[in-house]
Structures are given as C-alpha cells and as structure tokens.
C-alpha cells in the first residue's frame, strides 16, 4: 500500500500545476517538474481536455517504472476536464504498478501546481506540489 502511495504521489504530483490559467479555456502548453525533480511533464490540450506526458524522467523513475516500461513518452495525465475555479478532475496512470487512478490538479499560481490522488475510496491521499520549468 505505501509503494501504491509513493507512486501516485510520485506521478500525481503534477496535476494542479500543468498547465497554467488561461483566458479563452485553452490550457498553454507548458512543462512541470515534480519535487525531486525526477519526473518533468509536459501538459497540453487533449482534445477539449488537458492530458500529461512524461517528457524526461531520472535514471531512478526509469527503474522504478519497471524495466520493461518506456516511462518517457508515457501519458500519465488523461483527460482532465475542469471542475472548478482552477482546478481539473481526471484520471492518472501509474506506469509502476500499471494502474489508473482518480487524481485532481489544483493551480496555485501561473508557476505552481498541487496534483492529489486517492486510493481506497478515498481514505488514502497524497499530494504533491509541481514546479513549472517552461
């Protein structure tokens, strides 16, 4: 279960900050980093939602996503759609363990970003603060 958490935080953490605000409801591509910047995202419209993928990942996020797993180029963010005043609900995909999670993103301001997933009906959440890098 703590593997379960250290993965959804590790990849989840993206969601509020991926893609700062933008005017006409189009989200501007842009690029995140997760806390221990071992993970960069690079979100972007998808369709009339917003979707993540990994676009460079440590030596360590590679091996933790399985040998087999090509984790760059893997779509992690998928189909976020707003859900209120700054924030998107959708699902996250966990390239580790090979699941898909419920998750939130949350921007905090045009640099920062809160992702926040939940296992267990909601009992077990983990969130993390996403950087952006360009």
Request: aromatic content about 6%; proline content about 4%.
């Amino acid at each position: 279960m703590l593997r379960l958490l250290a993965s959804l935080a590790l990849l989840l953490a993206p969601s509020a900050a991926l893609a700062g605000p933008a005017t006409d409801g189009n989200f501007q591509p842009s690029e995140w980093r997760n806390p221990g910047n071992t993970v960069h995202i690079r979100a972007a419209n998808c369709g009339t939602n917003l979707c993540g993928v990994v676009v460079w990942a440590s030596t360590a996020a590679k091996s933790d996503a399985g040998g087999d797993t090509q984790l760059v180029g893997t779509q992690i963010l998928r189909n976020f759609h707003p859900a209120g005043h700054n924030s998107w609900r959708g699902s996250v995909y966990v390239p580790d363990i090979r699941h898909t999670f419920s998750g939130t993103l949350t921007v905090v301001d045009s640099d920062t970003m809160v992702g926040k997933g939940c296992v267990l009906f909601g009992l077990l959440c983990k969130s993390q603060i996403w950087t952006r890098l360009r």
